[in-house]
């Protein structure tokens, strides 16, 4: 198992995050890995509903775990593909009136045999590479967001 935290402080309310964090369609705009998001239950915006996402070459099933507007917001892949187990959970914390703290962290489970560890390693530091990434473009948008409403 490869586990990580990634955090981005954000000045901010927490809405103005959470309209691209608890929005999957929107989830594309922060992440660049994300080419596509399907959403077969309507919005992925409660426990269970699921979502599939496009990134990495990859279609990607999804259950949602965690939906708390504006604080929480967890998934889980599904499915017989690669990866075993990979787990998200996107957390909101205020330190302040407009100042967050947003981690994303993240379990990961390749289930190759016999690489696992190094395949784990491997696949783990590059989506933390991308998630550390995407936390900084979820800042930039969302500041930019609130002076917008703002102004």
């Known amino acids: 198992m490869y586990s990580f935290k990634e955090s981005?402080?954000?000045?901010?309310r927490p809405e103005t995050v959470w309209a691209f964090i608890g929005d999957s369609n929107r989830w594309g705009e922060w992440m660049k890995a994300i080419r596509k998001v399907e959403l077969p239950d309507g919005a992925a915006d409660?426990?269970?509903?699921?979502?599939?996402?496009?990134?990495?070459?990859?279609?990607l099933d999804e259950?949602?775990?965690?939906?708390?507007?504006?604080?929480?917001?967890?998934?889980?892949?599904?499915?017989?593909?690669?990866?075993?187990?990979?787990?998200?959970?996107?957390?909101?914390?205020?330190?302040?009136?407009?100042?967050?703290?947003?981690?994303?962290?993240?379990?990961l489970e390749t289930g190759l045999p016999l690489v696992g560890r190094l395949a784990n390693r491997l696949v783990g530091g590059g989506l933390r590479r991308v998630i550390r990434r995407s936390l900084d473009v979820l800042k930039r948008l969302s500041e930019a967001s609130e002076r917008e409403l703002f102004s």
Do not use: N
């Open 46 to 59: 409660a426990v269970g509903k699921r979502r599939r996402v496009g990134a990495a070459g990859l279609l």
């Open 63 to 107: 259950v949602i775990t965690h939906y708390d507007a504006p604080d929480v917001f967890g998934y889980s892949v599904r499915g017989p593909v690669a990866p075993k187990h990979h787990q998200g959970l996107v957390r909101i914390e205020r330190l302040g009136e407009k100042q967050l703290e947003v981690t994303y962290a993240t379990d």
């Open 8 to 12: 981005v402080s954000i000045e901010a």
